[in-house]
């Protein structure tokens, strides 16, 4: 099944307003003119592009190394990047790819056991890292204030974003599905430091999912992402660390351990882990890769399996390729063959599964076909956007269209009205204040977080600061 069906599955079984979680955004006029206005679908987008403007600019001129030599070892939000090594979205952007499978949180909703629910959640936390395979490119980052929506009826959900701080860097974000089955929200501020060869992304920052026709909540983190050979040779990258989702109603648990790449790259891309019980028991086996596709069995199946399999295991031969010395030495860190696709464990079940990326996707900088529809821009639209979104943010927008020198030094306008606007408030001893998101706690954890105000969606733009 699809993830249209799924949805439309849902639309036929929508609820009326479930109890617990935080308020659901319920505002049904998105301010789209009068009656007979409104677009076929919100936006205006009636049919999303299957391409960019213009092909990615080439990078193979470029040593980032000048830049990189001196920050071994240090955070690199602060540091300032060429352009030619971004990709043309905001980070604002880049959190909405979450969304691109947002099919399993539908069905998640629709499962009546608790067992099931937490194998789509845990499909959709893997999912939602899928679109970094191959992504090399560094996207924007965000202006202080700047916001990002998007409305996909199709899809079934709305989401908006605000950069809520600028020193550290967070992110903060509220989706919620259109039939009131769930709610998305968060705060991300990644930390970024480079190691010689590679540049390591932890992204800090609680997620948490609330299945409302459940009043149940999931919270967990996102694995560190690493990209390898920043100076030089073929980048590439990987994700490892484990992932806990917790259901805090039910007090089961998922433990996701993203695998890293190893010596010879025999882990690369698995993820392996399981699902259990608030007694620790074991109650579902999870494998695959985040690249691909992830697969589930019955803790019981697996075991026999793995027996049978270290039985008849054929004796192992001597590895080929570089060895533990070279390893310790090499300029370029080897880039790991990409293995056969994952063993299937016969009686398993396939939980989700990767979608296929356009054929030109090598010359958009690997983008899905979702990311290639998130920043474009149809007429009208800027009079329903609020002036902070990000799709009207002229250096991301000038580099889409291929334009890098007037995206250069747009961006560095940009960075320069930011920095007067921070002066003129030091000179006037006033602080910023976010527009769509406050501090307070997380209702599930009790960490601090940033928590949707609501509002976005009855677009009332009036005290919008002007940040473009």
Known sequence: MNGDEEFFDAVTEASQRAPGGLPVDTSKSNGIGEAGERPPQENGIQR???????????RSDFSVWGILKKCIGLELSKITMPIVFNEPLSFLQRITEYMEHIYLVHRASRQPQALERMQCVAAFAVSAVASQWERTGKPFNPLLGETYEL?????GFRFISEQVSHHPPVSAFYSEGLCQDFLFHGSIYPKLKFWGKSVEAEPRGTITLELLRHNEAYTWTNPTCCVHNVIIGKLWIEQYGTVEILNHRTGDKCVLHFRPCGLFGKELHKVEGHIQDKNKKKLFIIYGKWTECLWGIDPAAYESFRKQERRGEPPRKAQSGISMEDADTEVVDAVPEVQDTVQVIPGSRLLWRINTRPPNSAQMYNF??????????QT???KILAPTDCRLRPDIRSM???NMDLASQEKERLEEKQREARRERAKEDTEWQTRWFHQGRNPHTGTPDWLYSGGYFERDFSGCPDIY
């Open 48 to 58: 999303h592009r299957t391409s960019l403007p213009a092909p990615m600019f080439t």
């Open 380 to 382: 009208g639209m800027e």
């Open 151 to 155: 409305i996909r009826e199709d899809l």
């Open 400 to 402: 889409e269209n291929g």
């Open 368 to 377: 899905t076909s979702f990311t290639v529809s998130l920043n474009e821009l």
